[in-house]
Antibody, heavy 120, light 108 residues
Framework: QVQLQESGPLLVKPSGTLSLTCVVS?????????WSWVRQPPGKGLEWIGEVYHSGSTTYNPFLRSRVTLSVDTSKNQFSLKMNSVTAADTAVYYC?????????????WGRGTMVTVSS | SSELTQDPLVSVALGQTVRITCQGGGLGTYYASWYQQKPGQAPVVVIY???NRPSGIPARFAASRSGNTASLTITGAQAEDEADYYCNSRDSTGNHLVFGTGTKVTVL
């Protein structure tokens, strides 16, 4: 059973950098799948941030591309998100999710999500 | 910003049928996946690929597509189906994933 677990600081100062890691268990991050980050501001909808492949290839939401970097660490079976120059608008629940590990062409496994607040 | 548009609110009487639509983006080319999200929980996929249901998802959930509009139909809605529903597909360029704006389904 594939499981994902997010971790990272829950409070980030404005203009700072948000950093989160997602540990994958029950599957190898080297499998032929993409690994994504999705966020959800309080009371609002889901927003796809971007995805990373085990090779390090990435695709980003064009509206966030200038501030986001995704990376993968195959030795630790995990992938990471960095978002710089954050503002209060980046306050959200951040989810990591797998694409197509169990069910094709879908975000089939999700982490529980971690609430990150941007505030001084 | 989302290229996939959904009606914000939909209500259905218990046991009746409700259809949720998702329009725009690359839906004329790509299938939509659908997600159910209950308060305080992560989304759960209810439809994937070419209108398939993951194991454990009731048969009352079904999907279809016509032109650039995807639909999720719940036939015989139950109280536990009350949730937010999001579609997901690719944008009009096909290069990026995007979520719909979301639909809150209330079961009366």
């Amino acid at each position: 059973q594939v499981q994902l677990q997010e971790s990272g600081p829950l409070l980030v100062k404005p203009s700072g950098t948000l950093s989160l890691t997602c540990v994958v268990s029950g599957a190898s991050i080297r499998s032929s799948n993409w690994w994504s980050w999705v966020r959800q501001p309080p009371g609002k909808g889901l927003e796809w941030i971007g995805e990373v492949y085990h090779s390090g290839s990435t695709t980003y939401n064009p509206f966030l591309r200038s501030r986001v970097t995704l990376s993968v660490d195959t030795s630790k079976n995990q992938f990471s998100l960095k978002m710089n120059s954050v503002t209060a608008a980046d306050t959200a629940v951040y989810y990591c999710a797998s694409w197509g590990v169990e069910w094709e062409e879908s975000f089939d496994v999700w982490g529980r999500g971690t609430m990150v607040t941007v505030s001084s | 910003s989302s290229e996939l548009t959904q009606d914000p609110l939909v209500s259905v009487a218990l046991g009746q049928t409700v259809r949720i639509t998702c329009q725009g983006g690359g839906l004329g080319t790509y299938y939509a996946s659908w997600y159910q999200q209950k308060p305080g929980q992560a989304p759960v996929v209810v439809i994937y690929g070419k209108h398939n249901r993951p194991s454990g998802i009731p048969a009352r959930f079904a999907a279809s597509r016509s032109g650039n509009t995807a639909s999720l139909t719940i036939t015989g809605a139950q109280a536990e189906d009350e949730a937010d529903y999001y579609c997901n597909s690719r944008d009009s360029t096909g290069n990026h994933l995007v979520f719909g704006t979301g639909t809150k389904v209330t079961v009366l």
